[in-house]
């Protein structure tokens, strides 16, 4: 089984993939690759309309003033699925959102797993070398050296640290929502908890496709996964459910799943999967989620464009975009407004040497080697098992975690809150009570801290670290300051890592990521950002 550097990448470089159509853009001074991409319109389920009666509403006599029939109920009946004519999916949404009767109306959506043949974003059969489409080098072959950037550069704030440090902690659950996964494969032996199959109606959601089981190899393989890597494997099951087949995932089987996973009592979610239309029932299912303290992390979506999936662009969501072994934003990954976080998903770059790829588990009990915001989403999942068990760390605690201690890479329209890095997500915090487990009262020490600047004069903010009582800020410059925010002229030009140590009641400390603040003259004025 061949593994690569993928122990240290997953957990210690896990990062996330966008383009924009301006390359320089993403990777100042790089010749990109460039693709066309252009999501198709919204594909719905034929005939189906999901409701959600007012209270003490009888829906099959609405269904039936309508000329429908009621095909399905949600998950304790959240809401009710709807059956009309095939075609008049989206007429009867519109006429059926002014019955006063009903809270809501919509199409029964059909998302996709987040992968795209068009730009190798999913699987590579060989034969599929992917070419330079703009530029001098328009019609050649892209190298190896595109992709194979030296894996241990990626991170070199804990490359070299050896896996291992969840390897004590509680017992925890996430859940994997897609298309399954294949309860015979090697790197789940005991660990998994079968759930519904919301797509065809049963008790059995063993994968047909493969693709669930790639998700969730990388967020708790017992070798290949983060939580596998991490030494947390042990302490870690997944909660699966199918709602993903070969029309695509419903919105109905993604609502129910989502609930389903909440009340199950997941830490978090993966939800490697997206559409372009917002829709009211993800909505109140991730809404529902976060009351119950479960994280929903969506993938952002493949299609290259400015603009992250949904439900991923549901703001209780954690949208994940993608990025290569080059630590840059992946070619095929949205970006834009409302993205969260970024995580590695690979850049394959040729059929005979995959290793820009994720590797994962596959269905069969074999492996693979795929790429996309589907492989992104489930690093984040991932590192949310390995904190929650090792910090005892629950609901937006939790969140702010995975985001606070993520690597500054680039700007937040790429990116996000950075690169995910879940050495230090782990690392970065005491554990609740003060063990290696969680559990019981007690807060969690962080360190974060945000900034700007206007001319040389930069202003630092502390205030989202978690637990602290004490700050002490170190300016890179031989500055430095006490309290959670303060304020810093520079005088001379030069890159600068300002780093904060904060301090709890008990004197433990914590150290925030270094954040690299550059000045440079611009005419006799200087100037940071």
Same mark, same amino acid.
């Given at each position: 089984?061949?593994?690569?550097?993928?122990?240290?990448?997953?957990?210690?470089?896990?990062?996330?993939?966008?383009?924009?159509?301006?390359?320089?853009?993403?990777?100042?001074?790089?010749?990109?690759?460039r693709?066309?991409?252009?999501?198709?319109?919204?594909?719905?389920?034929?005939?189906?309309?999901?409701?959600?009666?007012?209270?003490?509403?009888?829906?099959?006599?609405?269904?039936?003033?309508?000329?429908?029939?009621?095909?399905?109920?949600?998950y304790?009946?959240?809401?009710?699925?709807?059956?009309?004519?095939?075609?008049?999916?989206?007429?009867?949404?519109?006429?059926?959102?002014?019955?006063?009767?009903?809270?809501?109306?919509?199409p029964?959506?059909?998302?996709?797993?987040?992968?795209?043949?068009?730009?190798?974003?999913?699987?590579?059969?060989g034969?599929?070398?992917?070419?330079?489409? &703009?530029g001098? %080098?328009?019609?050649?072959f892209?190298?190896?050296s +595109? @992709?194979?950037?030296? *894996? =241990?550069?990626e991170? /070199?704030?804990?490359?070299?640290i050896?896996?291992?440090?969840?390897?004590?902690?509680?017992?925890?659950v996430?859940?994997?929502?897609?298309?399954?996964?294949?309860?015979t494969?090697?790197?789940?032996?005991?660990?998994?908890i079968?759930?519904?199959?919301?797509?065809?109606?049963?008790?059995?959601?063993?994968?047909?496709?493969?693709?669930?089981?790639?998700?969730?190899?990388?967020?708790?393989?017992?070798?290949?996964?983060v939580?596998g890597?991490?030494?947390a494997?042990?302490?870690?099951?997944?909660?699966?459910?199918?709602?993903?087949?070969q029309?695509?995932?419903?919105?109905?089987?993604?609502?129910?799943a989502?609930?389903?996973?909440?009340?199950?009592?997941?830490?978090?979610?993966?939800?490697?999967?997206?559409? &372009?239309?917002? %829709?009211?029932?993800?909505?109140?299912?991730?809404? +529902? @989620?976060?009351q119950? *303290? =479960?994280l929903?992390? /969506?993938?952002?979506?493949?299609?290259?464009?400015?603009t992250?999936?949904?439900?991923?662009?549901?703001?209780?969501?954690?949208?994940?975009?993608?990025?290569?072994w080059?630590?840059?934003?992946?070619?095929?990954?949205?970006?834009?407004?409302?993205?969260?976080?970024?995580?590695?998903?690979?850049?394959?770059?040729?059929?005979?040497?995959?290793?820009?790829?994720?590797?994962?588990?596959?269905?069969g009990?074999?492996?693979?080697?795929l790429?996309?915001?589907?492989?992104?989403?489930?690093?984040?999942t991932?590192?949310?098992?390995?904190?929650?068990?090792?910090?005892?760390?629950?609901?937006?605690?939790?969140?702010?975690?995975l985001?606070?201690?993520?690597?500054?890479?680039?700007?937040?329209?790429?990116?996000?809150?950075?690169?995910?890095?879940t050495?230090?997500?782990?690392t970065?915090?005491?554990?609740?009570?003060?063990?290696?487990?969680g559990?019981?009262?007690?807060?969690?020490?962080?360190?974060?801290?945000?900034?700007?600047?206007?001319?040389?004069?930069?202003?630092?903010?502390?205030?989202?670290?978690?637990?602290?009582?004490?700050?002490?800020?170190?300016?890179?410059d031989?500055?430095?300051?006490?309290?959670?925010?303060?304020s810093?002229?520079?005088?001379?030009?030069?890159s600068?890592?300002?780093v904060?140590?904060?301090?709890?009641?008990?004197?433990?400390t914590?150290q925030?990521?270094?954040?690299?603040?550059?000045?440079?003259?611009?005419?006799?004025?200087?100037?940071?950002?």
């Open positions: 089984m061949r593994r690569l550097s993928v122990a240290v990448l997953a957990v210690l470089a896990l990062a996330a993939c966008s383009e924009s159509p301006a390359d320089s853009r993403v990777d100042s001074g790089a010749l990109r690759p693709f066309a991409a252009s999501a198709a319109p919204e594909q719905v389920m034929p005939g189906e309309v999901l409701v959600k009666p007012q209270e003490g509403v009888d829906v099959a006599a609405v269904a039936a003033a309508h000329g429908l029939a009621v095909a399905a109920r949600g304790r009946d959240a809401f009710f699925v709807l059956r009309g004519a095939i075609g008049s999916e989206r007429a009867n949404a519109a006429r059926l959102r002014q019955d006063a009767r009903l809270v809501y109306a919509e029964n959506f059909l998302r996709q797993p987040t992968v795209d043949s068009r730009l190798w974003a999913f699987y590579n059969p034969g599929l070398n992917m070419k330079f489409t &703009s001098s %080098s328009s019609g050649q892209i190298p190896s +595109y @992709a194979s950037k030296n *894996d =241990a550069d991170d /070199a704030d804990g490359s070299d050896t896996a291992g440090y969840g390897a004590t902690g509680d017992n925890v996430i859940g994997s929502i897609d298309t399954g996964v294949d309860f494969h090697p790197e789940f032996t005991g660990r998994l079968a759930g519904q199959d919301w797509y065809s109606g049963d008790a059995d959601p063993s994968d047909t496709d493969g693709h669930g089981t790639h998700t969730t190899g990388t967020m708790a393989g017992s070798t290949v996964g939580a890597v991490a030494g494997a042990a302490h870690v099951k997944v909660y699966v459910q199918r709602v993903c087949g029309r695509g995932c419903p919105t109905s089987a993604i609502v129910s989502i609930r389903a996973a909440a009340d199950q009592g997941v830490v978090a979610m993966n939800l490697s999967l997206g559409g &372009s239309s917002e %829709s009211q029932a993800e909505q109140d299912a991730i809404a +529902y @989620a976060t119950h *303290d =479960a929903v992390i /969506a993938s952002a979506g493949n299609d290259g464009t400015g992250v999936s949904c439900p991923a662009c549901d703001a209780n969501a954690i949208s994940v975009a993608a990025t290569n080059k630590d840059s934003l992946a070619s095929y990954s949205n970006w834009g407004s409302g993205l969260d976080i970024a995580a590695p998903g690979g850049q394959c770059y040729s059929n005979t040497t995959p290793e820009g790829c994720i590797y994962s588990a596959y269905k009990g074999g492996y693979a080697w790429q996309g915001t589907s492989m992104a989403a489930p690093q984040v991932g590192t949310a098992a390995v904190v929650a068990s090792h910090l005892g760390l629950r609901g937006s605690a939790l969140r702010t975690q985001t606070s201690t993520a690597d500054n890479i680039g700007s937040s329209t790429f990116y996000g809150s950075g690169r995910l890095n050495y230090r997500a782990v970065n915090g005491t554990p609740v009570g003060g063990g290696g487990g559990g019981g009262g007690g807060g969690t020490l962080t360190a974060s801290f945000s900034y700007g600047c206007s001319q040389a004069t930069c202003s630092f903010d502390g205030s989202s670290s978690t637990g602290a009582v004490s700050y002490a800020w170190n300016f890179g031989g500055g430095s300051a006490t309290g959670a925010t303060a810093h002229t520079y005088g001379s030009a030069g600068f890592a300002v904060l140590t904060v301090q709890d009641a008990a004197s433990n914590a925030s990521a270094p954040q690299t603040v550059s000045c440079s003259l611009k005419g006799k004025s200087l100037k940071c950002h």
